[in-house]
């Protein structure tokens, strides 16, 4: 089991960029795949991004590739979210997630362990 923990959110401008973190608990971090969700208000989950176990592997929503970034430092249990010319539709909840197959990696449902969610709002 692993339990995830997400900061880094905020108030930004549009343009500005926000590093989200996500520190995980346990010894086997980097046996999960990790996925960045998004909800806003009235609107179902997201996928954002994910990445692999090792880190060689990672996908992006098309409608934050070139400008989000995916990372992971598996000697720290924990996975990043560089987010970068910020808009004003990016504002959300951000959910860090962990998946133990990672078979289909923007489904929601593959991922057994959230995060409380940081809220990210960009003004314009």
């Known amino acids: 089991q692993v339990q995830l923990v997400e900061s880094g959110g905020g108030l930004v401008q549009a343009g500005g960029s926000l590093r989200l973190s996500c520190a995980a608990s346990g010894r086997t971090f980097n046996s999960y795949v990790m996925g960045w969700f998004r909800q806003a208000p009235g609107k179902e989950r997201e996928f954002v991004a994910a990445i692999s176990r090792s880190g060689g592997i990672r996908n992006y929503a098309d409608s934050v590739k070139l400008r989000f970034t995916i990372s992971r430092d598996n000697a720290k249990n924990t996975v990043y979210l560089q987010m970068n010319s910020l808009k004003p539709e990016d504002t959300a909840i951000y959910f860090c997630?962990?998946?133990?197959?990672?078979?289909?990696?923007?489904?929601?449902?593959?991922?057994?362990?959230w995060g409380q969610g940081t809220q990210v709002t960009v003004s314009s």
């Open positions: 997630a962990a998946a133990v197959r990672g078979n289909s990696v923007g489904n929601p449902d593959e991922y057994a362990y």
